[in-house]
Structures are given as C-alpha cells and as structure tokens.
C-alpha cells in the first residue's frame, strides 16, 4: 500500500539518515522525498514528506522505529486528504519567500500544498504560481484559504480560485 509520511526533523547533520534508514529496514520502497531546508526557520526543526509503499502489516514497525529515532510523526497516511482547490498566485511570489508561503500552509495542520506551478518571465518582473492545496475536509479548506488571503495580504499577492474569482 502507498504510504505518506510527514515527519519533522530536528534541524542539524544526520537527522535524514535517522528518518530514512528505519524506512529502508522496514522492506519500505521510496517513491519520492521533499525535503527543503529553510534557514529563516527558527525553531530548529525541518519539515520531511516521504511517500512509500509499504506492506500494511510492516506500519506499524516503521513507526516505532522512527520514534525510537526521535523522529517526530506529524502524520502517516493514506488518503487523507479528501477536499482538493487549486490558485493562481500574481506577484512576486518568490521573492517574498515561497517557501515561507508554503510551511505556513502546511504547519497549520489542516491542508497541505500538494502541487505547485510557477512561471516567472524576469527577474523583476511579477511571477505566476499555481498552487494546488489538499485538505481533510471543507472546514480545514476554509481555514488553509483564510491562512493563504491573510498570507497574500502580507505579501501584496494576488489570488484567483479555480472558479476564476478573487479571494
């Protein structure tokens, strides 16, 4: 079965390999990591998604030995994350941190920016993103849009939702 996994790491040299290797030793295969460091992060600590497959009856020795690692699970899963929209973003998106955009979301803990799109034509010159943002339900949708307006505000960010209006 396709597992996801949303780990969070403490931020200094050797933690990927305390997340990964208990994934290798539980007969798990990788199908894909993101991993990305952010240095304004200043909580000491790093966000990793990990998708896998794995065998249902080996979850459950993944997960002790990811915490017997220190690995703190934010959440492992399968489907769920059930509501799906889909925005353009207009401004200068990476040069008011799109990585900051993105853990936002996500550190919310009701949706996860799942796919992302982007277009920039020149350097200073606006860029376009599409983001795509998956969460549990509609409420937790209601509240990653509330957090992505309050964001674009902050960030002088134009916003159209996928039924072509503003948000």
């Known amino acids: 079965m396709q597992i996801s996994l949303k780990l969070e790491l403490s931020d200094k040299p050797g933690q990927l390999l305390a997340a990964i290797k208990p994934v290798s030793d ?5 199908i894909s990591i993101m991993h990305q460091r952010d240095a304004a992060a200043g909580d000491g600590t790093l966000i990793v998604d990990i998708v896998v497959t794995l065998p249902q009856n080996r979850l459950g020795q993944l997960e002790s030995a990811l915490r017997s690692n220190g690995i703190e699970i934010i959440r492992i ?39 992302l799109h982007m277009v920039m034509p020149g350097i200073t010159q ?42």
Not at 26 to 30: L, Q, R
Not at 83 to 107: A, Q
Not at 108 to 114: F, I
């Open 126 to 167: 606006p860029s376009t993103a599409k983001l795509t943002i998956k969460a549990a339900g509609s409420a937790e949708m209601d509240q990653a849009c509330e957090i992505l307006v309050k964001i674009a505000e902050e960030k002088h960010l134009l916003i159209i939702d996928e039924e072509g209006g503003l948000a």
């Open 77 to 115: 899963g399968t489907d769920h994350l059930t509501c799906t929209k889909t925005f353009i973003l207009i401004g200068h998106i990476l040069h008011t941190d799109l990585t900051d955009t993105i853990n936002r979301i996500d550190k919310a803990n009701v949706a996860e920016v799942t796919e």
């Open 26 to 30: 539980s007969g798990a295969n990788i």
